[in-house]
Structures are given as structure tokens and as C-alpha cells.
């Protein structure tokens, strides 16, 4: 089991990078079948910064046109979710009239796909899914029902492919977990 440390807290391997591919396959899978004679230009909506890795993935694999559309919010410090969504950049194209793929990479607590739906609604979006890397059922306090979900996990603080720690690690190309037993 790889170990890497960062600032000053020691993370595990937890799910290997193949392991992630395979799940993007079945995602991408299910949402070629979902959107597989549209005819309209679904926007897929890359949620800064953690997403990239995810989006970009994801994108290589849809067979259907779609246009990339990025938007930054934060509701992390350090480790802890903060509860409050900020807007740290808009969306970066008119989304009204179509329909909108959020990509998360991770939906823990769901305040950001909350305020994120307000958003795309008073903006005019006609409709939104979720499609996430990652899904925390334990944690999440909001009525959500993602479309797209690639793995559920436990509600444990991960860091790699795209999901930092302090803004470090999101490089990574497997998923890691705190190692409780180097961190005391």
C-alpha cells in the first residue's frame, strides 16, 4: 500500500487508478445510452478545480456533442466542509434554454449541488443532472438523487485525482484516504 504525505498528513491508497477508469467507463456508459439520440447540445458543467481530472476523463469517453462549461465554488477548508458555498468564478457560458450536466468530483454534504441547482435555475438552465465521481451517502444531508454516480464511498477525508488537501495532491492518480495510524 503507497503511502504520500502531505503538509502535514499522511494518506493510504484507497482506490487504485484503474479502478476509477472502470467506473468512468460505466458512467460514460449509461450516459452515451441517456443522451444517445439528442438533438440538442447538452452543456457538461466542470466544477472547479476538482472536477478536471474527472470531467476530462469523462469527456474522452461520451459519444454525444456536448459543450464544456466550467464554474468555481468552495465550500472547503483544510479538511472540513465550511457549510457555506462561495462563487469564486461564474459560469463561463449562456446556459439558458439547455439542458446541464453538473460534473462533481465529489458529492459529500451537498450544500454545493444545492446552491449550484439555484444557480443553473436562475440562469435559466431547462435541466440539470448530477454526475459525480464520488458519492458520500452517509454524509449527505440534502434530498439528492445524482443521475451519475461512479463509486460510493464512506464518508472518509480522500484526496488524488482531481480532490485535494490544502489545494496539493489533486495530481495523484489513484485515490488516497488518511492513514489514522500516521497521523496521531
Same mark, same amino acid.
Given at each position: 500500500?503507497?503511502?504520500?504525505? /502531505?503538509?502535514?498528513?499522511?494518506?493510504?491508497?484507497?482506490?487504485?487508478? =484503474?479502478?476509477?477508469?472502470?467506473?468512468?467507463?460505466?458512467?460514460?456508459?449509461?450516459?452515451?445510452?441517456?443522451?444517445?439520440?439528442?438533438?440538442?447540445?447538452?452543456?457538461?458543467?466542470? !466544477?472547479?478545480?476538482?472536477?478536471?481530472?474527472?470531467?476530462?476523463?469523462?469527456?474522452?469517453?461520451?459519444?454525444?456533442?456536448?459543450?464544456?462549461?466550467?464554474?468555481? /465554488?468552495?465550500?472547503?477548508?483544510?479538511?472540513?466542509?465550511?457549510?457555506?458555498?462561495?462563487?469564486?468564478?461564474?459560469?463561463?457560458?449562456?446556459?439558458?434554454? =439547455?439542458?446541464?450536466?453538473?460534473?462533481?468530483?465529489?458529492?459529500?454534504?451537498?450544500?454545493?449541488?444545492?446552491?449550484? =441547482?439555484?444557480?443553473?435555475?436562475?440562469?435559466?438552465?431547462?435541466?440539470?443532472?448530477?454526475?459525480?465521481?464520488?458519492?458520500?451517502?452517509?454524509?449527505?444531508?440534502?434530498?439528492?438523487?445524482?443521475?451519475? !454516480?461512479?463509486?460510493?464511498?464512506?464518508?472518509?477525508?480522500?484526496?488524488?485525482?482531481?480532490?485535494?488537501?490544502?489545494?496539493?495532491?489533486?495530481? /495523484?492518480?489513484?485515490?488516497?484516504?488518511?492513514?489514522?495510524?500516521?497521523?496521531?
Amino acid at each position: 500500500m503507497e503511502r504520500v504525505r /502531505l503538509f502535514d498528513k499522511t494518506f493510504k491508497t484507497f482506490i487504485p487508478n =484503474r479502478k476509477i477508469e472502470q467506473a468512468i467507463d460505466k458512467v460514460a456508459e449509461k450516459m452515451n445510452a441517456d443522451f444517445k439520440d439528442c438533438t440538442d447540445i447538452p452543456v457538461l458543467l466542470c !466544477v472547479l478545480n476538482g472536477s478536471i481530472l474527472f470531467t476530462a476523463e469523462l469527456m474522452k469517453r461520451l459519444s454525444f456533442n456536448c459543450e464544456l462549461v466550467s464554474i468555481k /465554488l468552495s465550500s472547503y477548508s483544510g479538511t472540513e466542509s465550511t457549510g457555506n458555498v462561495r462563487q469564486m468564478m461564474g459560469l463561463t457560458a449562456d446556459i439558458k434554454g =439547455r439542458r446541464v450536466i453538473i460534473v462533481e468530483d465529489i458529492v459529500d454534504s451537498g450544500n454545493t449541488i444545492v446552491e449550484l =441547482r439555484k444557480i443553473l435555475a436562475e440562469k435559466g438552465a431547462s435541466r440539470s443532472y448530477i454526475c459525480t465521481m464520488l458519492l458520500k451517502p452517509e454524509s449527505c444531508r440534502k434530498d439528492l438523487h445524482p443521475e451519475y !454516480v461512479a463509486m460510493e464511498i464512506p464518508n472518509d477525508f480522500i484526496v488524488g485525482f482531481g480532490l485535494d488537501y490544502n489545494e496539493i495532491g489533486r495530481n /495523484l492518480k489513484d485515490i488516497y484516504v488518511l492513514d489514522e495510524d500516521n497521523n496521531g
